[in-house]
C-alpha cells in the first residue's frame, strides 16, 4: 500500500503536460495590406487640360505661360509671370492672339517688347513639349484626343457678324465656334488706323477669355471697340439663332 502512493502521484504527475496542452486548429489568419500606387490627373469637364511652361528668367523679370488645350489645339494661353512693364503689358495680348492662330510658338516678335516675346515663347515651346509627351506617353489616350478634336472639328461652326458703320470705318469680325465655345475671332473689316491695329489682338484675347462680347473697351480705340463689340454680339446671336 505505501508503494502503491508514489505510483499513482507519477501517474498524475505524467498527465499534467497532456491536459496543459492545446491542440493546433490547423486555421491561420493572415492579414496583408495591399499597397497600390495612385495616378491622377486633373482634367477639365469639357475634356481639357493644362500644361504649364518653364519659368524664364529675362532682364525685365520672369516669364511663364500655362497653356490649355481641347484635344490636340490650344484653346487659351494665361500668362503665370510677366514683368512688370508697360511694354510687357501692351504685347501680352499680342502674343496670346499670335499663339491662338499660329498653334505653336512660331509667332513674331512683338515691337519694343524683345526680351519678353523671347522669353513667352521659350516658356511656351516647354509647355507644347510637355504636351506632346504626355500625348506620346499615353496613346490611347492620344488616339481618343485626336478623336475628340476631329469631333470637335467636325461640330465647329464660323459665323459673321454684321458690319458696323463707324466714324473711323467699317468693323465686321468673324467668330468660330467649336460646340458652345468661341475658338477663334478674325477682322473681316476694321478701320487702317494705329490705334485700331493695337486694339484688335487685345479685343480678341479678352473675347476668348470672357467668351462673350462683354468685354471692356481699349484705351484709346473706343470707336473700334464699340464696333467691334457690336458685330460680335450679332455673330454671338446669330450662332445662337
Do not use: C
Request: glycine share 6%.
Amino acid at each position: 500500500m505505501k508503494r502503491a502512493i508514489p505510483v499513482l502521484v507519477l501517474s498524475v504527475a505524467g498527465l499534467i503536460p497532456i491536459w496543459r496542452y492545446e491542440p493546433s486548429t490547423g486555421t491561420t489568419s493572415t492579414s496583408e495590406a495591399a499597397s497600390t500606387p495612385s495616378v491622377s490627373s486633373s482634367t477639365s469637364s469639357s475634356g481639357s487640360t493644362t500644361f504649364t511652361g518653364t519659368t524664364v528668367t529675362t532682364e525685365k523679370g520672369d516669364v511663364q505661360v500655362q497653356v490649355t488645350y481641347d484635344g490636340d489645339k490650344i484653346t487659351a494661353v494665361k500668362m503665370l509671370k510677366q514683368p512688370n512693364h508697360p511694354q510687357t503689358t501692351a504685347a501680352v495680348p499680342k502674343l496670346i492672339a499670335e499663339t491662338l492662330t499660329a498653334q505653336s510658338a512660331d509667332i513674331d516678335t512683338v515691337s519694343g517688347a524683345t526680351l519678353t516675346s523671347d522669353g513667352y515663347r521659350e516658356s511656351l515651346q516647354a509647355a507644347i513639349d510637355a504636351q506632346a509627351a504626355a500625348a506620346s506617353a499615353s496613346p490611347s489616350a492620344s488616339a481618343s484626343a485626336s478623336g475628340s478634336a476631329s469631333a470637335s472639328a467636325a461640330a465647329s461652326q464660323t459665323v459673321a457678324g454684321s458690319t458696323v458703320n463707324t466714324e473711323k470705318g467699317d468693323v465686321q469680325v468673324q467668330v468660330t465656334f467649336e460646340g458652345d465655345r468661341i475658338t477663334a475671332v478674325e477682322m473681316l473689316k476694321q478701320p487702317n488706323h494705329p490705334q485700331t491695329t493695337a486694339a484688335v489682338p487685345k479685343l480678341i484675347a479678352e473675347t476668348l477669355t470672357a467668351q462673350s462680347a462683354d468685354i471692356d473697351t481699349v484705351s484709346g480705340a473706343t470707336i473700334t471697340s464699340d464696333g467691334y463689340k457690336e458685330s460680335l454680339q450679332a455673330a454671338i446671336d446669330a450662332k445662337g439663332a
